[in-house]
């Protein structure tokens, strides 16, 4: 029941005691405002590094070719490996059980063009599973598929600033793009989360590549996917197994760096988890540290409130409160103050991440913010935190006689 | 009003213990006016709060307008407390954060009485000892005899049936001792019973009844013949 009266004694004990009131409340604001602070800056460093190493599939791998730098069964150093489709097939039967997706890459510069805008850009001529590989996010329109494949077909998807670049303010979607001369049917729109450059892309299908620039089936990079079930061993296992097989197959001494290079992103993606692990566990001490501070400071305020209180609580005590009204007035108190100072703590944390924080992007601090929701988890467990330390201390002090509690000064 | 039979009260002092009460018997009618005396330590204080429920026996009978005051719960002796009782003590026990008027109203909250309601009753008060004009006046800007009067008005206000003074002009000079004695008496001579602890012997003989303790037991007990503050001054 809401009871006036006793918000009324509550206000006026935290209004006229406002040393103490504002002593708890200090306590209570710094400890929130300190866990937001923190918070939000480990988050933004692992923002930091979500961006560096997450934008890709952390199970990928990636085949380059290059020149032999040593002799081998009878051919001389120095010769040229490329990979043509065949070689993208082989691997796709070869792994078939192993691999999730697979694509190749042909890169190539093109201006493009759109009536009067034009600029240079990249091209990714891919196969369709590049999507997943990639993270690519189909923004309007589709992605390359199956069919373009086959056809060959002339059309392209583009990255967000490409439609922004050259398409102004209209959509893209469906009108012609000319590349280097050629007009290309602009079959989807896309974005993602690595960055402005990626989002400067322009995807073709791989075939159509190969047919309009140069007529022939290589392929420049292969890119894969492993199974996801695989362990860390078992993916290192796969893709020193993948380096062996293509070594044969292209007649590469087996010491040979250069020739076929396949980069693991489970050796790095072992890493950037280890270094999540530790920041998050870091996260997670200063956040418990914070909160510990924060519960053990207004803990001992309460005991000291109450303390202070000793005799206040004797002349109630004569003049007939019972001892829940003793309890409800001291704990009733506590909570408000702490919720109170929670919030503006919450606030100015808040406030400060957002003014502060993109001025840390130097710092390798990216968008610092902590979730709402965790802050006030924070306060509520202050609150319970505190509601508990006050209660013991204002339960003995409600049991007391009440001569005992007068005898205080 | 109220009885008692050998009560006894010991506090513990480290390992051994002091025998503060040795067997108390003691009956006090309605309307009376009591001064209980004796020297320093003689255990007035510790029978006064006994008898205001502020502090328990260890053994004997105590027995309040007809309700055996033992083993009573927390709350229960809160209800006595607020409707039976009022106290008058030596430091006033105001409370420091509320002006005049909020201390007298106070026990009045306890007792569930509206706001409105109880504003009203403790302004009543307050102009019955005189303070009408200090009511938002908090307990450090009164003096000492102002003050005193704001704990009777508080202690009236609950219209208890008796009323325990603790060397209530303890702390007040001559000239304002026998004003806050001029009230009592008064108070009295409604129909309130009165218990009050003194040290002196012209305070104690403005009572109609003394009784003298000495070393935990009562010494002396006599009706006397009240001396009217009025004819004093
Ligand atoms: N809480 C306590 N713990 C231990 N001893 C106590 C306690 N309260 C009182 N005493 C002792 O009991 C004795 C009686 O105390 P009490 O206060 O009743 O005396 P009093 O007659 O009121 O004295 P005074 O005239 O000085 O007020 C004293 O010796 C005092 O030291
Ligand atoms: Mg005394």
């Known amino acids: 029941m809401f009871d006036l009266d006793l918000w009324r004694e509550i206000f006026q004990s935290i209004n006229k005691n406002r040393t103490r009131s504002l002593l708890s409340g200090f306590t209570v604001a710094f400890a929130i405002l300190l866990f937001a602070i923190l918070f939000g800056i480990a988050n933004g460093l692992k923002n930091t590094f979500k ?40 691997i796709k ?32 001529a891919v196969h369709p599973d590049h999507q997943f590989l990639e993270k690519t996010k189909i923004k309007e329109g589709r992605y390359i598929n199956q069919n373009d494949l086959n056809n060959a077909t002339k059309v392209v998807v583009i990255g967000r600033l490409v439609e922004e670049d050259l398409f102004l303010r209209t959509s893209a979607l469906g009108k012609y793009i000319n590349l280097s001369g050629i007009p290309y049917k602009v079959v989807g729109v896309f974005t993602d989360d690595g960055g402005d450059n990626e989002e400067r892309l322009i995807y073709m299908p791989i075939t159509t590549a190969q047919q309009v620039y140069g ?12 199974n996801p079930e695989l362990n860390y061993d078992q993916a290192l296992a796969f893709s020193s197994s993948l380096v062996r097989k293509l070594k044969e197959r292209f007649l590469v001494a087996s010491s040979d760096q250069r020739a076929i290079r396949v980069r693991n992103l489970a050796a790095d993606s072992k890493k950037v988890n280890q270094f999540n692990l530790a920041l998050t566990s870091i996260i997670l001490i200063i956040g ?122 | 009003m109220l009885e008692i039979h050998q009560l006894h009260k010991s506090y513990p002092i480290g390992d051994s213990s002091l025998h503060v009460l040795k067997g108390i018997d003691l009956t006090v009618e309605s309307g009376e006016m009591v001064a209980i005396m004796g020297s320093s330590g003689s255990g007035k204080s510790t029978l006064l709060n ?21 083993d009573l719960t927390e709350k229960k002796a809160a209800v006595y407390r607020n409707k039976f009782l009022g106290f008058i003590f030596q430091s006033f026990n105001l409370i420091n954060y509320k002006n005049a008027l909020e201390n007298v109203a106070l026990p009045l909250y306890y007792q569930g009485m509206k706001r409105k309601e109880r504003q009203e009753l403790a302004m009543f008060h307050l102009e019955k000892v005189g303070l009408a004009d ?11 005899g102002q003050n005193q009067r704001v704990a009777i008005a508080r202690a009236l206000a609950a219209n208890p049936k008796l009323l325990l003074a603790d060397e209530p002009t303890g702390a007040l000079d001559t000239k304002t001792s026998y004003e806050i004695m001029e009230f009592i008496q008064q108070l009295n001579d409604e129909g309130k019973t009165i218990l ?38």
């Open chain 1, 215 to 226: 007529n022939n089936d290589y392929i420049d990079q292969i890119n894969l996917t492993y």
């Open chain 2, 196 to 233: 009050m602890v003194t040290h002196e012997e012209d305070i104690a003989n403005m009572c109609k009844r003394i009784v003298r303790l000495r070393d935990g037991v009562i010494m002396e007990d006599k009706k006397v013949q009240q001396e009217r503050v009025s004819a004093y001054v």
């Open chain 1, 288 to 409: 418990f540290g914070t909160l510990i501070a924060g519960i053990v400071g207004i803990s001992n305020i309460m005991i000291f409130i109450v303390k202070e209180r000793t005799k206040e609580i004797g002349i109630r005590k004569a003049l007939g409160a019972s001892p829940r009204s003793i309890v409800s007035i001291i704990l009733i108190e506590s909570i408000l103050i702490t919720a109170i100072a929670g919030y503006v703590g919450l606030l100015i944390g808040m406030g400060v991440l957002e003014v502060v924080g993109p001025k840390l992007e130097a710092y390798f601090i990216k968008d610092p913010a902590v979730s709402t929701s965790l802050v006030i988890s924070a306060t509520i467990t202050l609150i319970i935190a505190g509601g508990i330390a006050g209660y013991f201390p204002a339960k003995r002090a409600s049991k007391i006689k009440p001569i005992v509690a007068l005898r205080d000064d």
């Open chain 1, 51 to 90: 961006e560096a190493f997450g934008d890709d599939a952390t199970n990928s791998i990636f085949i380059n070719s290059g020149r032999t730098t040593k002799a081998s069964k009878g051919l001389q150093a120095g010769r040229r490996i490329q990979f043509k489709n065949e070689d993208y097939d082989y």
């Open chain 2, 134 to 144: 200090w009511a938002q006046h908090l307990p450090k800007e009164l003096s000492g």
């Open chain 2, 50 to 70: 006994i008898i205001g429920m502020l502090d328990e026996a260890d053994s004997g009978e105590y027995i309040l307008d007809g309700l055996p005051i033992k």
């Open chain 1, 93 to 124: 039967e070869t792994y078939n059980n192993k691999v999730e997706f697979i694509t190749g890459r042909v890169y190539k510069n093109i201006n493009a063009s759109f009536r009067n805008e034009q600029n240079n850009y990249s091209v990714r």
